[in-house]
């Protein structure tokens, strides 16, 4: 009897503890939670060892990058202007680009003099070969482990696989219908850029047959809604501004009557003075805007620091936009913004409070080394985490370094720097290595992915 009441008793704390330890399960998922504290412990090192393979391992969706080769004008709608100055990092003496070169296509040499380059030019003309057409473009993301990349560029290129590089269309060009003289000749910067947004608006005015603009306002807003919808029947995923090169991003409101008499004043000649031109664009860029509402194209919006001496920072700063990202009117309309605000990333991220609001890193970790570029993600880890995306920003340097190494660059600077984000986070306690690799599939894929409700993978 004894016995037996002894096996009772240790039945019933035997399911008394599993009955705590269950309930102890349930409220207390993470079994290691504690407080955060302010400094990563000495097991940093070893999370970051265990992170970074796995991270390397998820396939990524690049947000923002110009995929091409150097010789083809269309990799952007804009061009650098001449001399102009690039932050250490960004110049194409970087050695880091030499570790690309040796990474994508066993480089042998530590330098890029003349006839060292010559034989990393004569090697990929060879894997041009053979992988021609857009399977050369393809291997090279197959190398990066990026699943897709979008190609933000003037027009979409043969030799690039749109279902891996799906096209964002640049739509600045509808705000400068007028004579540009006096843009053009502001400086030096928009000596060049001018022209080549009326390049491009002729590009969009040949695609749809139009050999001259409407004198109707009306027809021009008609004209501009039928090349987003072509653009987007032609595989467009959205429409990009990188307004900020041309002028300030505060925008006002005017009406439609403000901007249809302006219209009408200055499409068949003469120049609109500055104030009145810069209203006419207030009311084409919120037209657009409204537009990618109504056409499911998302709105990617250049908010950072930008080529060339003349770049106004302070003009072009990422809370001018504020009043229009949060006005009501285009709750429908999900923006990018690409770049982050850099370098004023910080209040950036606020802006991602809006469920329409996303951020794009690119850039940031072109412009800065991982270490600092740690501190961009760690800190919109922690404040906006689903709201953030990954982006290269990749550009053809020269002729013997292309996209193929700036792509390299972007994705292992994005890679090590995340992984050395999260593992400070979960060593300070603020999330467990399950969370932090949610996280990183999340930046670097399924983030961005889901603005595009099916449309990219
Ligand atoms: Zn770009």
């Given at each position: 009897m004894r016995a037996i009441s002894f096996d009772r008793d240790l039945v019933r704390f035997s399911i008394g503890f599993l009955i705590i330890a269950f309930l102890a399960l349930i409220c207390c998922p993470n079994p290691c939670a504690a407080q955060a504290r302010p400094f990563p412990g000495p097991d940093v090192q070893q999370i970051y060892q265990r992170l970074l393979p796995q991270i390397q391992k998820i396939p990524a969706f690049d947000h923002h990058a110009h995929p091409?080769?150097?010789?083809?004008?269309?990799?952007?709608?804009m061009a650098a202007p001449p001399d102009a100055s690039a932050p250490l990092r960004t110049?194409?003496?970087?050695?880091e680009l030499i570790a690309a070169a040796k990474a994508l296509?066993?480089?042998?040499?530590s330098d890029l003099s003349p006839e060292h380059s010559k034989w990393l030019v004569e090697k990929k003309a060879e894997l041009r070969k053979q992988y021609p057409g857009p399977a050369y473009f393809n291997m090279i993301l197959d190398k990066l482990n990026t699943e897709t990349s979008v190609a933000n560029r003037a027009m979409m290129a043969d030799y690039l696989d749109p279902k891996r590089f799906p096209w964002v269309f640049f739509a600045?060009?509808?705000?400068?219908?007028?004579?540009?003289r006096n843009e053009t000749g502001r400086n030096t910067d928009q000596g060049v850029f001018i022209p080549l947004q009326e390049k491009m608006l002729r590009r969009w005015m040949l695609q749809e047959n139009v050999s001259k603009l409407p004198a109707n306002f009306s027809d021009y807003l008609k004209f501009i809604s039928q090349v987003l919808e072509n653009n987007k029947s032609k595989g467009g995923i959205a429409q990009k501004f990188e307004v900020a090169y041309f002028r300030p991003t505060t925008f006002g409101d005017p009406s439609h009557a403000e901007a249809e008499g302006i219209y009408r004043r200055y499409i068949s000649g003469g120049m609109p003075p500055e104030k009145e031109y810069r209203t006419f664009q207030d009311y084409i860029f919120r037209y657009l805007i409204q537009e990618g509402g109504r056409l499911h194209l998302p709105v990617h919006i250049h908010t950072a620091v930008g080529i060339g001496?003349?770049?106004?920072l302070s003009q072009s700063?990422?809370?001018?936009?504020e009043s229009v990202l949060r006005d009501p009117r285009y709750v429908s309309t999900t923006f990018v913004l690409i770049h982050g605000g850099y370098p004023l990333e910080r209040e950036a991220i606020w802006l991602a409070a809006m469920k329409n609001v996303y951020l794009d890193s690119s850039f940031g970790e072109l412009a800065q080394y991982p270490s600092a570029f740690k501190e961009t993600l760690k800190m919109w880890l922690e404040t906006f985490p689903d709201k953030v995306t990954f982006g290269t920003d990749c550009f053809p340097y020269n002729q013997v370094l292309g996209a193929e190494e700036s792509y390299w660059l972007g994705v292992q600077s994005s890679r090590t720097a995340l992984a050395a984000a999260l593992s400070e986070m979960v060593s300070e306690n603020e999330i467990t290595e399950a969370r932090a690799l949610e996280l990183a599939h999340g930046y670097l894929h399924d983030n961005a992915v889901k603005l595009y409700e099916g449309r990219v993978h």
């Open positions: 091409g080769f150097a010789d083809d004008p269309d990799v952007d709608a110049r194409d003496d970087n050695p296509f066993g480089y042998p040499y600045d060009s509808f705000m400068w219908p007028f004579n540009n001496d003349y770049f106004n700063n990422v809370m001018n936009l």
